[in-house]
């Protein structure tokens, strides 16, 4: 699964990776944040894959009723699984119609080993951000009029060194190559024409272990430390 990331770069990084304008004002240090806190992200739409735009995490599905159910359906919809995102009500449009790519730079999950889960901090090789697979949706409450674009970050078999890690769901996020990027964001193209073309990057990654600073309550866990490598459990020198 993919509930919990990080974004440390620059709009002048985010720019020149991804080939797209992104606005100062998008761009903060996020060294860890939750899905559960709806956070607000800079996303590449479908519509205009050349600008980032801020979105919340958890998607609303068009059709949401009242703010009483887009407060509940969000909370669900922090992942959309890709085997199945065209059969679910929340996300067959947005797969055909709505689909956007997620800049970030690592992402957290945890390793079951002997019974006892430790964190561990997933990114790329050469520490560059990359894009995830995502679905977004736009909502009109219909009491305040206040427009909501929120999104929803794919996820499939986890393969590699993110099935060691994720050694229990065995759940990775979608990660887009470059290629797969221009035919995702592609506005012309419906998911029957993309799906068998959607297959996931993650050769490129590398990992290690983090300290319970991130599931801290006591202490603000958006700072660098969490990041930090710490000793893991006995095994890791097998597991790399």
């Known amino acids: 699964m ?4 990080s974004l440390v770069q620059t709009a002048e990084i985010m720019a020149m ?9 998008l761009i903060k240090p996020v060294y860890f944040s939750s899905a559960f806190t709806l956070p607000r992200w800079p996303v590449l739409k479908d519509v205009n894959p050349r600008r980032f735009v801020p979105m919340q995490w958890g998607l609303i ?7 009483e159910s887009a407060r509940e359906i969000r909370f669900k919809t922090f992942n959309a699984r890709i085997e199945t995102i065209h059969e679910k009500a929340s996300f067959r449009n947005p797969s055909d119609n ?12 945890w ?25 977004w949706d736009q909502w009109i409450d219909p009491v305040s009029r206040q427009v909501y674009e929120t999104f929803s ?25 470059p290629d797969l990027r221009k035919i995702w964001l592609d506005k012309d193209l419906k ?29 603000d866990n958006n700072v660098p430390e969490v990041r930090k490598e710490v000793p893991g459990p006995i095994e890791q020198m097998e597991f790399f």
């Not at 709505?98 to 999950?109: F, K, M, Q, S, T």
């Not at 080993?113 to 995502?134: C, H």
């Not at 986890?158 to 887009?176: S, V």
Request: a neutral charge; aromatic letters at 12%; proline letters at 6%.
């Open 191 to 219: 998911y029957s024409q993309v799906k068998d073309e959607m297959r996931p990057q993650w050769e490129d990654l590398t990992a290690h272990p983090v300290s319970n600073l991130l599931t801290s309550k006591n202490r």
């Open 153 to 177: 970050v794919l996820t499939t078999a986890a393969h590699g060194l993110c099935a060691r890690i994720h050694n229990t769901k065995e759940r990775m996020p979608f990660i887009l190559s």
């Open 61 to 67: 599905p068009s059709w949401t009723e009242n703010n």
């Open 98 to 109: 709505n689909r956007c790519a997620v800049p970030i730079d690592g992402w957290y999950e």
């Open 2 to 5: 993919c509930f919990n990331a």
């Open 111 to 135: 390793k079951e080993v002997s019974g006892k889960k430790y964190p561990y901090y997933i990114y790329r090789e050469d520490r560059k951000p990359f894009l995830l697979a995502g679905l």
């Open 17 to 25: 990776e991804f080939n797209a304008y992104i606005d100062d004002s």
